[in-house]
């Protein structure tokens, strides 16, 4: 499969890339897919929830009251679960979510994401391009010109640019992330893949 490389105006240059079978055109594997966005997701949970039990409860452990003849249950402290101000019971306790994922199923998820786009010609090379200032309006004007500022993009470059990150930083629905960040969430979550020229190369020359 060849994609047409174009320009930020929008344009073919002439040029094509041929995209990896190795890569773009595998069987995908759904079940993958589903354990590395939960993979990434889980890793994301901070697990800082937390409230108090009896025993961290401040307050008296006098007993509130004697034991038998009240007509009411026997109750030993204020700290207990019933009354109000109490502890609570089997509350959220601060917690590790994240899991372990084998090598080899992360990138079977990511080459299955990478061939769903391409099957669904979602995918678009960008020649180099960089702007002179972080400036939001260059970047809607990109995509504008690529007709994609109405979709959900998610634009890979090779190495961190502040420009591009800047100009880019402040729309809802468009993001952009270097080879390296690229994982099977971000390429699921978007409509439309758009590499630098630079950066597919390199996806290509280091992918297995």
Same mark, same amino acid.
């Given at each position: 499969?060849?994609?047409?490389?174009?320009?930020?105006?929008?344009?073919?240059?002439?040029?094509?890339?041929?995209?990896? /079978?190795?890569?773009?055109?595998?069987?995908p594997?759904?079940?993958?897919?589903?354990?590395?966005? /939960?993979?990434?997701? !889980?890793?994301?949970?901070q697990?800082?929830?937390?409230?108090?039990?009896?025993?961290?409860?401040?307050?008296?452990?006098?007993?509130?009251?004697?034991q038998?003849?009240?007509?009411? !249950?026997?109750?030993?402290?204020?700290?207990?679960?019933?009354?109000?101000?109490?502890g609570?019971?089997f509350g959220?306790r601060?917690?590790?979510?994240?899991?372990?994922?084998?090598?080899?199923?992360?990138q079977?998820a990511?080459?299955? @994401?990478?061939?769903y786009k391409?099957k669904?010609?979602?995918?678009?090379?960008?020649?180099d391009?960089?702007?002179?200032?972080?400036?939001?309006k260059?970047?809607?004007?990109?995509?504008?010109?690529l007709?994609?500022?109405? /979709?959900?993009?998610?634009?890979?470059?090779?190495?961190?640019?502040?420009?591009?990150?800047?100009?880019?930083?402040?729309?809802?629905?468009?993001?952009?992330?270097?080879? @390296?960040e690229?994982?099977t969430?971000?390429?699921?979550? @978007?409509?439309?893949?758009?590499?630098?020229?630079?950066?597919?190369?390199?996806l290509?020359?280091?992918?297995?």
């Amino acid at each position: 499969m060849e994609v047409s490389v174009l320009n930020i105006a929008g344009q073919e240059t002439g040029k094509k890339i041929k995209l990896k /079978k190795s890569i773009f055109e595998i069987e995908p594997n759904d079940h993958a897919i589903y354990l590395d966005v /939960k993979q990434i997701l !889980a890793n994301r949970r901070q697990g800082t929830h937390k409230s108090k039990e009896r025993s961290e409860i401040a307050g008296s452990t006098r007993k509130i009251k004697r034991q038998k003849g009240t007509g009411t !249950a026997r109750a030993g402290s204020i700290k207990s679960p019933v009354f109000r101000g109490g502890g609570r019971v089997f509350g959220p306790r601060p917690s590790d979510h994240g899991f372990k994922l084998n090598k080899k199923v992360k990138q079977l998820a990511r080459k299955s @994401a990478l061939t769903y786009k391409a099957k669904s010609n979602a995918i678009m090379v960008l020649e180099d391009f960089n702007f002179e200032a972080p400036k939001t309006k260059s970047y809607v004007e990109l995509l504008s010109n690529l007709k994609i500022n109405d /979709k959900k993009s998610l634009v890979v470059i090779n190495e961190p640019n502040k420009n591009i990150y800047l100009s880019s930083r402040n729309l809802q629905d468009s993001k952009v992330i270097t080879t @390296a960040e690229l994982n099977t969430y971000e390429i699921m979550k @978007a409509t439309n893949l758009i590499f630098v020229e630079s950066s597919l190369n390199n996806l290509q020359k280091d992918e297995k």
